[in-house]
């Protein structure tokens, strides 16, 4: 999608570029192609990224940026965002673009002196913006990837290819180091689940269907299943664990970002709820069944060639709510073979 903006950003004069990132795992993974856009219309730039954690190692990993900033929880007040703000101002940026949607980006990149403010017009903000573009309704209705790609191309920055290859950027050794501190003596195949969700319990598949499904895929595989998720999804994936017959690893909680990602771009096999998780299996590459009930796949889908969505169609889905307020039936219809089913259609293409 193409959106009209009279008031491109000035191709000379912006050496140093701060962008505002996002604040969740999928929306960073989404994100990335907006980066390399502004990248490449800016070559010689310092590129700056400015984002809470744990999202910076998303950025640090797969981003074309010279500088991480971490927006850290001590930031996250009204008196620790001025104070952001006055450290952002010592850097002295020509310009901000602002890929998270809030009216606080915006208010840092005034108080911190940027000149040259540009980023959607939501949260009406679009008075502190000098290069304000207008979020229209048709934009809202396409997938993330392009919705992000569509702000920064209106501002002129260059036409990139949308799709991701991130397994490119991690180093095979550092996985091998970090698979073999949890697995020591595995040589087996690994497959990973992620059973939790962050958003709330709605976009959450059954814990004994991820067992089952778990179960029968490892033994086609002769794999061990690893567990993925943050502390909060602990829970979910120990009920996992303890239906599995088949003695999966929980890691939920246990590793950084940082080393989830490089234990997923080692899966032979990705199994996941709609989150952020799942956007890293994607954009690796791995095959990802990607479980989708109270959200819309058409503008949160995977990225990646290598998935494959499962759904069933529900009168009352998408309905984007945390938790189900009837009968959870877009995900109690999706069956233990529904799941075994779509890996091995995608095994075998790959």
Same mark, same amino acid.
């Not at 794999?223 to 120990?238: M, N, P, R, Y």
């Given at each position: 999608?193409?959106?009209?903006?009279?008031?491109?950003?000035?191709?000379?004069?912006?050496?140093?570029?701060?962008?505002?990132?996002?604040?969740?795992?999928?929306?960073?993974?989404?994100?990335?192609?907006? !980066?390399?856009?502004?990248?490449?219309?800016?070559?010689?730039?310092? @590129?700056?990224?400015?984002?809470?954690?744990?999202?910076?190692?998303?950025?640090?990993?797969?981003?074309?940026?010279?500088?991480?900033?971490?927006?850290?929880?001590?930031?996250?007040?009204?008196?620790?965002?001025?104070?952001?703000?006055?450290?952002?101002?010592?850097?002295?940026? +020509?310009? %901000?673009?602002?890929?998270?949607? %809030?009216?606080?980006?915006?208010?840092?990149?005034? !108080?911190?002196?940027?000149?040259?403010?540009?980023?959607?017009?939501? +949260?009406?903000?679009? @008075?502190?913006?000098?290069?304000?573009?207008?979020?229209?309704?048709?934009?809202?209705?396409?997938?993330?990837?392009?919705?992000?790609?569509?702000? =920064?191309? $209106?501002?002129?920055?260059?036409?990139?290819?949308?799709?991701?290859?991130?397994?490119?950027?991690?180093?095979? %050794?550092?996985?091998?180091?970090? @698979?073999?501190?949890?697995?020591?003596?595995?040589?087996?195949?690994?497959?990973?689940?992620?059973?939790?969700?962050?958003?709330?319990? $709605?976009?959450?598949?059954?814990?004994?269907?991820?067992?089952?499904?778990?179960?029968?895929?490892?033994?086609? @595989?002769?794999?061990?299943?690893?567990?993925?998720?943050?502390?909060?999804?602990?829970?979910?994936?120990?009920? =996992?664990?303890?239906?599995?017959?088949?003695?999966?690893?929980?890691?939920?909680?246990?590793?950084?970002?940082?080393?989830?990602?490089?234990?997923?771009?080692?899966?032979?096999?990705?199994?996941?709820? +709609?989150?952020?998780?799942?956007?890293?299996?994607?954009?690796?590459?791995?095959?990802?069944?990607?479980?989708?009930?109270?959200?819309?796949?058409?503008?949160?889908?995977?990225?990646?060639?290598?998935?494959?969505?499962?759904?069933?169609?529900?009168?009352?889905?998408?309905?984007?709510?945390?938790?189900?307020?009837? +009968?959870?039936?877009?995900?109690?219809?999706?069956?233990?073979?529904?799941? =075994?089913?779509? %890996?091995?259609?995608?095994?075998?293409?790959?």
């Amino acid at each position: 999608m193409i959106l009209e903006n009279k008031v491109k950003l000035p191709k000379t004069g912006l050496d140093k570029i701060l962008l505002r990132g996002t604040n969740w795992i999928g929306d960073a993974i989404m994100t990335l192609p907006a !980066v390399a856009s502004v990248r490449a219309a800016y070559p010689k730039a310092h @590129l700056a990224i400015l984002a809470k954690p744990p999202v910076t190692d998303i950025y640090k990993l797969f981003s074309a940026a010279n500088e991480i900033i971490p927006y850290e929880q001590k930031f996250d007040n009204p008196p620790g965002v001025l104070r952001l703000a006055y450290e952002l101002r010592r850097k002295k940026f +020509d310009a %901000a673009i602002l890929l998270q949607n %809030a009216i606080e980006a915006a208010i840092i990149a005034v !108080v911190a002196g940027i000149d040259v403010r540009a980023g959607y017009n939501s +949260d009406g903000r679009g @008075l502190l913006l000098t290069h304000a573009i207008h979020r229209t309704r048709a934009i809202l209705k396409i997938h993330q990837i392009d919705y992000y790609l569509a702000m =920064v191309k $209106a501002l002129g920055c260059a036409d990139v290819d949308r799709t991701m290859h991130l397994e490119t950027y991690l180093s095979s %050794a550092t996985a091998r180091e970090i @698979l073999q501190q949890h697995l020591p003596e595995s040589g087996k195949t690994i497959m990973g689940i992620a059973p939790g969700a962050t958003y709330g319990p $709605a976009k959450k598949w059954l814990p004994e269907r991820f067992a089952q499904a778990g179960d029968s895929l490892s033994r086609d @595989l002769d794999a061990q299943v690893i567990l993925f998720g943050g502390k909060s999804d602990w829970e979910t994936a120990e009920q =996992v664990r303890q239906q599995s017959r088949n003695g999966m690893l929980n890691l939920a909680g246990k590793t950084t970002l940082h080393e989830a990602i490089h234990l997923i771009s080692q899966c032979r096999l990705f199994i996941s709820n +709609d989150s952020g998780l799942m956007h890293v299996a994607g954009a690796l590459n791995i095959p990802t069944v990607a479980i989708f009930g109270s959200t819309n796949p058409v503008t949160t889908s995977p990225p990646g060639e290598k998935t494959l969505l499962v759904r069933k169609p529900a009168s009352c889905s998408p309905c984007l709510k945390k938790t189900c307020p009837t +009968d959870f039936r877009c995900m109690t219809m999706i069956t233990v073979d529904d799941v =075994v089913a779509a %890996a091995h259609t995608l095994l075998k293409k790959s």
